[in-house]
């Protein structure tokens, strides 16, 4: 036998002792810490976030303008890559072998090889068919649907803008809801309406096996949030009239800025030379960006809004209804102007025109003097106490007419354009040593005064309604689950008496039965409208002209700019009526078509400009 | 003569209950490990858990088979079955197949014959029927020797074929020895010296010099007039220090880079979420992730999502930890620790000297396998592939680990008949 002098080995105590300790990890790391049940749902719990398909955009008449198109992003999960048949992938994504590389490298250098990585973006629907045939064959390779923005009509860029993806400052601003990689409008109404536009994201839980391979919904979708689609919008646009503008003015620097007069809503707004909105959407937007942005024409610069003028002699009916509202002149007054207005030291000239009869006559024949008078005497009045005082009243008028400030169009940018103030020429002149003929050039719409096409658009829409405007927009509804939301927007009234307008559009219709505007004139079409010359100290003169159809409850008032074209008549007056009577009518009269030939051919785009 | 006038004889219901238990736990882990909702068959032999179903029958036919053959054959042949597998073990190296780095299979076909889980049963025969001859002392060095090269042979056989895992479970065998003689203080060296290289590893190795030398400093104060005590405390310092210095020579310059990564990720230096840390990493969040009452069996997510490796062979305990929480865990845990101490108590009320100490070997199998596969699972012990008695997927494992059960039970059945 052996010795017996250990009864019971060691091994007894130290299988307790052991079971114990181990009991008490367990207890530690199942019971106490929470952070393994925390990780253990990270590890198979994804949440994936379900994008609502963006809101459409529908022109006024309900036709289509801006709709999403799937698209679809291949992706490569690198850990998961084997046995790829380069050459049929490459056949069927229509790449070449080296690209094939350069992409695959990305892949690789993206360092997170269990998850997917975007390999190649937006491929349309008929090449991605072609490629889903195929898909088993090329283990490691998923897609992702997503949709891009498609423009039908390859036109109104400038209103509807674009969509690109969120920057740092934008996502710091979203309160947590862009994440980076998300699209949000960049410009135009894709931003102004961004937060109707885009809807409500989802979220859907999935359970994904270690390779992250979806194995199931988590909790049967009880956690999921459904996305909400976003709101659509019905734009004001008439895109066909929209696209016939942009027609017009191609090859030509300028805008054309048509609104309907008793809503306030834009039915044309182009901003020429434009470009295909479809160029920055998608695979090949930031090469489009680059182009455009380097475009010495500058195409993506939204003239309508930010472009200032002097309104020259588009400022004159205005000019006229001040003074009708002062008192400064009636209605019937005639005037004989003297081929210019003489002042000390300075002449205004005029050109040759038969003696005004009244009122009407001075806007038929714009006759310079005329104006300038006005001004003269409305700031040397009595009344007023000083020519500051008057000065006062006579710039207020111009900020009831909107000049000088900005209308709140729904898309960006908008310039003020400018209206001086008493201020600024205190410090040019020094206070009370300005006067009438200090500013005379303002009486004509020359000077310091600037306004945007918009401006002047507006401006012409007043007269219209014969003295109120509705703020221009854009957008006429917002239409969610077919219920159209109509947005309320602000009347302004102009406090100048109706019955003074009639002299003033009377004038306007002689522009075009005998005046500047004759050459477009068109038998049985009502249209009123005035030239304008705004003088361009770096080329040739701009081509201006506004204008509102029919004279009795005008549909469309218009204001057309076509830079470096000269008078008002020559251009801008024959496209102006030439959009109005497409609007009123449908269509161009046969005698006309010959206008519209001209205008749709004249290219005023010089070769050196185009550089 | 039987006391009783069934086939079997008396057998130890405990132990029978605590076996069936612990294959019962096993095949529901790896089904689980395995399920898939729309398609399953328990008997689907492509699978993990119907080839355990076919282990376990195999097993239990085993366990019958050896209730009926005589105690004494089993004893009389423990020579014999230690040199049958350590020849197992030698053909390994001739036609044996390398899975996983490690060279320990033997291919039969269907049958994946893993000798070194044999080789612990012939070793515990052979070592208990030495250590039971009448004139054998433990206390002699040749006998010592003797004892050093049954264990020492298969051990350096199994650690040449590179299974660190198997090869420490013959560490367990000096419980075994401690119970015919070895003094409990060798065992406490040994813990004292794993403590201690632990320790280096985890703080600077001249910090943990000073405290070992404030510690002795102080022991010496207060037992200054025990020369002899001031003498050993003097010298277990002195050569700690020492020691602590070759540890970090050692670890820096000896062992390879993956052997240090584990070392470290296992005293939790490092924590990345690859490499050698992926898997206790998972394995903790798997069991971490059970709670109390964990998922509900079936419902696991870790586990059935292939975010445990080799789950169904040496992290099946996570299954369980995940799935059943950590009722679980206190039941496998408890079963484990009573199958111990029932063969811990059975050995000790056998008059047979072979049986008692063939029956600690048997435990300290077990023992070793239950410590260091579930320290493992929950980083109390490094990443070492080695099965969980009874639980792991696994055929040898399973049929080995029942034939000392059921060699132990028959030993056991047997006591009052044939004792020396």
Known sequence: ?611 | MRTRSNLFGPIDEVLVFILLALMLIGFGAIFTSQYEPQNWHLFDMSKNYGKQLLWIGISLSMFIFVQLIDARLIVSLSYLIYGLMIGLLLIVFVKGQSVGGNQNWINFGFFKLQPSEFVKYGTALALSRFLSRPLVRFSRLKDRMIVGAIIGLPLLLILKQGDVGSALVYVGFVFVLNRVGLPNGLIYLGLYIITISVLSLLINEYFLMGGLVLISLIIIYFNRKSRQLVYFVGIVALVSCLYIKGVDLIFNNVLKDYHRERINVMLGKVSDNAGAAYNLNQSKIAIGSGGVFGKGYLNGTQTRYDFVPELSTDFIFCTIGEELGFLGSIIVISLFVSLILRIIYLAERQRSVFNQLFMYCVASIIFMHFIINIGMTIGLAPVIGIPLPFISYGGSSLISFTLMIATVIKLDSDRLLHFR
């Open chain 1, 1 to 611: 036998m052996i010795e017996k002098e250990q009864q019971y080995g060691i091994l007894r105590t130290m299988t307790i002792v052991i079971g114990l300790i181990l009991l008490a990890k367990l207890f530690m790391i199942q019971v106490i810490n929470p952070s393994y049940k925390l990780r253990a749902r990270n590890n198979v719990v994804k949440m994936r976030t379900e994008f609502p398909s963006r809101g459409l955009i529908f022109d006024r008449n309900g036709k289509v303008i801006v709709y999403n198109d799937p698209v679809y992003d291949i992706m490569v999960t690198a850990k998961q890559l084997k046995d790829i048949d380069t050459v049929k992938l490459c056949q069927l994504l229509e790449l070449t072998q080296a690209d094939f590389e350069e992409r695959m490298g990305k892949v690789i250098e993206a360092k997170s090889p269990r998850k997917p990585v975007i390999f190649l973006r937006n491929i349309t629907p008929v090449k991605f068919a072609k490629f889903h045939e195929h898909l088993y064959e090329f283990k490691g390779f998923s897609f992702d649907k997503k949709s891009i923005r498609r423009y039908p009509n390859g036109g109104a860029a400038h209103v509807l803008g674009y969509i690109s993806e969120v920057n740092d400052r934008e996502i710091e601003a979203s309160d947590g809801y862009y994440k980076p990689g998300d699209y949000a409008g960049t410009i135009g109404l894709e931003k102004a309406y961004e937060e109707k536009l885009r809807g409500i994201k989802g979220i859907r839980y999935e359970v994904v096996d270690v390779f992250n391979n979806l194995q199931g919904s988590f909790n049967n979708g009880a956690e999921d949030i459904i996305p909400e689609a976003g709101t659509d919008l019905m734009s004001s646009l008439d895109i066909d009239l929209q696209i016939y503008g942009e027609a017009l003015m191609k090859n030509k620097l300028g805008s054309v800025v048509a609104i309907e007069p008793s809503t306030g809503e834009v039915l044309a707004y182009v901003s020429s030379p434009g470009y295909d909105p479809n160029l920055l959407s998608g695979r090949y937007r930031g090469h489009n960006y680059s182009i455009l942005s380097q475009d010495t024409l500058k195409p993506l610069y939204n003239r309508p809004v930010s472009a200032a003028y002097p309104p020259g002699s588009t400022f004159k009916p205005m000019m006229s209804l001040i003074a009708y509202q002062e008192g400064i002149k009636k209605p019937t007054d005639g005037y004989v102007c003297n081929g210019g207005y003489r002042i000390p030291g300075h002449t205004v000239g005029c050109h040759a025109h038969v003696p005004l009869q009244s009122g009407r006559d001075a806007i038929r024949f714009s006759c310079n003097a005329y104006y300038c008078d006005i001004l003269s005497k409305m700031l040397s009045g009595k009344q007023y106490g000083s020519v500051e005082e008057a000065y006062k009243v006579w710039a207020d008028y111009l900020d009831q007419f909107g000049f000088g400030k900005r209308l709140n169009i729904d898309v960006l940018s908008e310039n003020t354009g400018n209206v001086p103030s008493v201020e600024y020429y205190n410090k040019i002149y020094g206070k009370n040593r300005w006067k009438a003929s200090t500013v005379i050039s303002l009486a004509i719409g020359q000077g310091e005064i600037l306004a945007t096409p918009l401006q002047m658009a507006n401006e012409v829409a007043i007269i219209a309604n014969r003295g109120y405007y509705y703020e221009p927009h854009l957008v006429k509804a917002e239409v969610k689950n077919d219920t159209a939301r109509t947005t309320r927007f602000e009347k302004h009234i102009i406090k100048i008496d109706a019955s003074l307008f009639e002299e003033v559009v009377l004038g306007m219709e002689d522009v075009f039965i005998s005046g500047t505007g004759r050459g477009v004139f068109k038998e049985g079409f009502s249209q009123c409208g005035k030239t304008g010359t705004a003088e361009n100290p770096h080329g040739k003169d701009h081509s201006l002209f506004v204008a509102f159809a029919p004279k009795d409850d005008p549909k469309i008032a218009i204001a057309v700019i076509v830079e470096n074209a000269g008078f008002g008549s020559t251009y801008a007056a024959p496209i102006a009526s030439l959009m109005m009577e497409k609007y009123v009518n449908d269509s161009i009269s046969s005698d006309r078509i010959w206008i519209e030939e001209k205008m749709l051919k004249a290219n005023l785009i010089s070769h050196e400009d185009a550089k």
